[in-house]
């Protein structure tokens, strides 16, 4: 009533004079105060900003979150309530980790198919803590793995598995871990699926030339590296949901002629980006799901030590490709998040690669013949 009173005694008062009357009060209130204000608040638009953080700040902060959430929502790889299964996580070091925490920082959820041999020191590591390091997602939690199956993608139904590999202590325990049978467990646990991982690859005899290889060496690489995800795309197809995506990684030595790379490994891969293609059209068909493949460069994970050239690998994309950097895995999961995310549905069929270029030269810029145009 105070105010009203001065304001029918001063009808001559200019309309900036009776905002400063109005005002006033509220600013020596507000400066009284030393909650989230500042000293001085000259006008009276921030005058009244300051009131409302004030008094509402939780619902400030809020409305500026979900604003955000909003903004970025448009172009975001978003995957939340999507389920995924990754085929071939058998340590928190190679591309199939990197692709897992990637679909998690996007809001996926997350299944695993653990090679059985490897699978109880991957859960005893993942029970010690032994890869919390590597499972901090950007927002201070740890990626969790829904359900963690073991698995052989080499066999496709428990009759293929020979007594020599049934029978094996490194087998021993485990149950329901070939292709099928795996299908059949994630159908029962999971319901229906929208993104498989295929971050399969072995090749007994890689360390072999070409010409040294032994026809059982080669068919190893190629139904350990190639058949075994059109076997996963015959079994996991129907189980995935309208406009689903598979993806699988491969290597440029299906184009390229890499010393090293031998035992069949490079047949094996030119076999698997031919598969996706025709696997695009065919799952494509019928199942209205998408197949993709990365072709990603070097990387000195545990597997890719087993080649034995790898660090030397990685010092030639270093010296040659046009980004001059080593690649991170987490580059090849930012990657496949896309290509699994609806941002990718027009893409199928299609080898992307994720190499900092080095797929592109045609010299070795780091070659003594060339040191003249470098």
């Known amino acids: 009533m105070a105010l009203q009173g001065m304001h029918r005694k001063n009808k001559a008062f200019t309309a900036h004079e009776k905002a400063s009357l109005l005002v006033a009060p509220l600013t020596r209130a507000i400066r009284s105060t030393t909650v989230g204000t500042s000293k001085s608040l000259p006008t009276a638009s921030s005058t009244f900003c300051s009131v409302r953080s004030v008094n509402f700040r939780p619902l400030v902060r809020a409305h500026a979150a979900a604003t955000e959430v909003q903004q970025d929502v448009g172009l975001r790889v978003d995957l ?6 990754i085929a071939g996580v058998a340590d928190d070091q190679g591309f199939g980790w990197a692709i897992a925490k990637a679909l998690q920082e996007a809001g996926a959820e997350v299944s695993l198919g653990v090679w059985v041999p490897a ?10 803590g032994k890869f919390d390091e590597s499972r901090k997602l950007s927002n201070g ?18 009759a293929d598995v020979p007594e020599d590999v049934a029978t094996n202590k490194r087998y021993a325990g485990n149950s329901g871990w070939t292709v ?6 994630v159908e029962k646990d999971i319901g229906k699926i929208d993104i498989l991982v295929h971050s399969l690859a072995n090749g007994p005899e890689v360390v072999k030339p070409l010409l040294e290889t032994s026809r059982k060496g080669y068919l190893a690489a190629l139904s350990a590296s190639a058949y075994s995800l059109v076997s996963m795309v015959q079994r996991f197809g129907p189980l995935m949901n309208q406009g689903g995506a598979v993806i699988s990684l491969t290597y440029n030595a299906s184009n390229r002629i890499i010393p090293g790379y031998g035992g069949g490994m490079s047949s094996a891969k030119a076999a698997l980006e031919s598969d996706t293609r025709v696997l695009a059209y065919e799952a494509g068909r019928k199942y209205k799901i998408r197949v993709n493949t990365i072709s990603a460069g070097p990387l000195g994970s545990r597997a890719a030590k087993a080649i034995g050239f790898i660090d030397d690998m990685i010092k030639y994309s270093y010296e040659n490709a046009p980004i001059q950097k080593e690649l991170d895995a987490i580059e090849v999961g930012n990657v496949a998040a896309f290509l699994l995310s609806p941002l990718a549905s027009g893409v199928t069929g299609h080898t992307m690669f994720v190499d900092n270029g080095l797929n592109t030269m045609g010299l070795a810029t780091d070659s003594k013949t060339l040191l003249d145009r470098q």
């Open 141 to 158: 939690k740890l990626m969790e793995f829904k359900h963690i199956y073991p698995m052989d993608a080499v066999f496709d139904t428990f």
């Open 119 to 128: 699978l109880n020191i991957f859960e005893t590591s993942y029970r010690r």
């Open 80 to 85: 939340r309530g999507k389920k995924a299964f």
């Open 180 to 185: 099928s049978e795996v299908a059949e467990r």
